[in-house]
């Protein structure tokens, strides 16, 4: 039996060994020389993962745009602000060459991607531009389709624009799309007012009248008009702004009279994704064209509620609307006052893409701007401030990063202007519906804000477009519940 060598002695180099230490040598090598080549690319792959990282930031953040009326210059500027800082402004586009006889009268971001779409309303007709929010670049929408274009809907992934052309002479409707202007006409009856598609685009919900005193009808049917279903029929109403949740297994809308009569109130419904099992929510403001806006993860519906009903003027002339911001809850039909401003005209909510703020307009502080609501701290903050903002929507990603404006200091409210407002309604249905629902609340609004229940009565001047964040405290409860009307009294479908 060979002993071992004590520790202290030399270790023979016999030639197996001497061929094993230069593989070993060799293989070390090999190894070190693929491990600096994995951390070259690795760097040179990881620069601009940090630059993207750096901006995904502001592409990720939203932002709050809105419409600020200017009353001297023939355009519209459209500014953009992150939402983690709303009081910050910058010019996004600017529209121009606006006639003279035309105004903005709506803005609506993409659902994904960076179009704004805006929407100009004249003597004798309407058109639809889209500006894009990285470039601030303006697009003419529908020009070589008709004589004038109304926008209806944007096509869930934000690359389509659904208008309506020709609207008098030979009505069509299109779907755009806006980088290559390809257009491809729907098929759905040219007495067609809305229309919406679902999020794969593959079907639409529709909805059509022959005109005053024949009522509506509302249809789902594939995008080639193949399967088409007709889930409503009203003769004596009218069917506005049905939409589906994002999930698609609800739709809301506002059911509105048929007559002669431009603004009243109507009904807030909800019904299953296949438009069956109709559900009464409560009364809803009906005429002005405000849509009720699904929070992101369908668990809520913002609308709004007209608080002066029994007021003539206000069926005759939009001005002379008093209203609030409402939330139906899905779950348990409740119903909350989100502002509660006596004698304000308050319209178009918007959910931020996260569903933590909820953004509006309001002449509550004595003309019309724009204000935010915080969700879950229940504040409120007016954004825009001496520029009449109007019209808010939420880009889903950060626009082009540019210098913030200066702003127009603002001078502390006085203690007169300090107020608590306290509103008490109840909604009733119509005599052929059965259902109660209550709101009463209390809010104090903190003396940082301002706040006055004189509705203003405005002219329509030639507007710009905003962003803007941060909350103030504002108590608000007293949910109340819709009645579900059973099948028997509700409208046949």
Request: net charge negative.
């Amino acid at each position: 039996m060979n002993a071992r060598p004590p520790s202290s002695s030399r270790v023979e180099l016999t030639p197996h060994r001497v061929r094993r230490l230069v593989l070993i040598l060799v293989l070390s090598g090999l190894f070190l020389a693929l491990a600096r080549t994995l951390r070259d690319i690795a760097t040179e792959n990881a620069q601009p993962t940090a630059q993207s990282t750096q901006s995904a930031p502001d592409n990720a953040e939203s932002s709050l745009a809105y419409l600020e009326d200017d009353l001297t210059a023939l355009s519209a500027k459209i500014a953009h602000h992150p939402r983690r800082n709303l009081d910050q402004r910058a010019t996004l586009a600017e529209v121009p060459n606006i006639p003279a006889m035309c105004g903005l009268s709506g803005l609506w971001a993409a659902p994904r991607g960076q179009w704004l779409a805006v929407q100009f309303n004249c003597e004798a007709s309407a058109f639809v531009r889209v500006v894009h929010a990285q470039s601030g670049k303006v697009e003419e929408v529908g020009n070589d389709l008709g004589s004038d274009s109304l926008f209806l809907s944007w096509s869930p992934t934000g690359n389509e624009i659904i208008v309506k052309v020709d609207v008098v002479s030979n009505p069509r409707v299109y779907a755009v799309h806006v980088a290559s202007g390809k257009a491809e006409q729907l098929p759905v009856p040219e007495t067609t007012y809305d229309v919406v598609l679902t999020q794969n685009g593959k079907r639409m919900l529709y909805s059509l009248t022959q005109g005053l005193g024949f009522g509506s009808e509302t249809w789902i049917a594939d995008v080639d008009g193949k399967n088409a279903k007709r889930i409503m029929m009203e003769p004596n109403h009218i069917i506005a702004y049905a939409r589906w949740s994002p999930n698609e297994k609800q739709l809301t809308y506002i059911r509105m009279p048929d007559s002669n009569i431009p603004f009243t109130v109507g009904e807030l419904w909800m019904r299953d994704g296949a438009g069956e099992n109709p559900v009464l929510l409560g009364e809803a403001d009906a005429g002005h064209g405000y849509e009720p806006q699904w929070s992101p993860d369908g668990a809520q519906i913002a609308y709004v509620g007209r608080e002066n009903k029994d007021n003539p003027a206000a069926d005759q002339r939009a001005e002379r609307l008093a209203s609030n911001i409402y939330v139906a809850t899905v779950s348990d039909k409740s119903l909350t006052n989100v502002t509660q401003f006596n004698e304000s005209w308050t319209e178009n909510p918007a959910w931020a893409p996260d569903g933590e703020y909820l953004a509006f307009n309001t002449n509550a502080s004595g003309a019309m701007e724009v204000w935010v609501y915080d969700v879950k701290g229940k504040g409120l903050k007016q954004v825009s401030r001496g520029g009449h903002g109007r019209n808010p929507t939420w880009l889903p990603g950060g626009g082009k990063q540019i210098a913030a404006e200066p702003e127009t200091p603002t001078p502390a409210p006085s203690d007169t202007e300090t107020a608590t407002l306290e509103t008490s309604s109840t909604v009733e249905p119509s005599a052929t519906e059965t259902a109660t629902v209550e709101v009463s609340s209390t809010v104090a609004i903190s003396e940082t804000e301002t706040t006055t229940v004189e509705p203003a009565a405005t002219d329509t001047p030639t507007p710009e477009i905003i962003v803007s964040e941060t909350p103030v405290a504002v108590e608000t409860e007293t949910p109340v519940t819709g009645e579900v009307l059973p099948p028997s009294e509700t409208p046949t479908p």
